[in-house]
């Protein structure tokens, strides 16, 4: 058995999601699934503050257009690294909406931009559409250095 240390503050914070009545994300169909992440987001996170840039842009994708967000500390700078972000929820929850406070907290803390992709979701679009966007945005982020507006 592997000991593993939780902070006090996590622990109170995992012991309240439990203690929350109704389903679990997984015991509901996706479209209900992602409402509950959605409604847990100013829960679950800081808000999102202010940051220089935060705006959204379109990116090419292979079958549409893959929307997503960059967040920065500064207004202007050199072209050079960004982190992007991919959100979490296994391909068929979450969205850029869901992962915002943590991806502008992200951007001030390493002052780096933050390019948040909001690729296609399953089961709506099945595997690989939400691979084959992410590598496409990331090509494109890789490849049009200032491009992306940062």
């Known amino acids: 058995m592997v000991d593993v240390f939780i902070r006090d503050d996590v622990a ?4 309240f999601l439990n203690a929350v009545p109704g389903p ?3 015991e509901v169909p996706p479209t209900e699934s992602r409402a509950m992440m959605a409604a847990m987001r100013d829960v679950a996170d800081a808000p999102v503050g202010v940051l220089a840039v935060n705006r959204e842009i379109e ?12 967040f920065d500390a500064r207004e202007s700078r050199e072209a050079g690294p960004v982190m992007v972000f991919y959100h979490g929820g296994g391909f068929v ?3 850029i909406f869901v992962y915002e ?9 390493i002052d780096l931009p933050v390019i948040s ?3 296609r979701l399953a089961p709506e679009h099945p ?3 939400a691979a084959d966007d992410c590598e496409a945005a990331t090509r494109w982020i890789a490849e049009s250095p200032g491009g992306a507006g940062v």
């Open 127 to 129: 595997f690989p559409a």
């Open 101 to 109: 406070p943590y991806c502008a907290e992200v951007a001030r803390q």
């Open 12 to 15: 109170t914070f995992l012991t």
């Open 93 to 95: 929850i979450g969205d």
């Open 59 to 70: 990116i090419p994708g292979p079958q549409s257009i893959i929307k997503a967000q960059i």
């Open 117 to 119: 992709v909001d690729y």
């Open 24 to 26: 679990r994300t997984h």
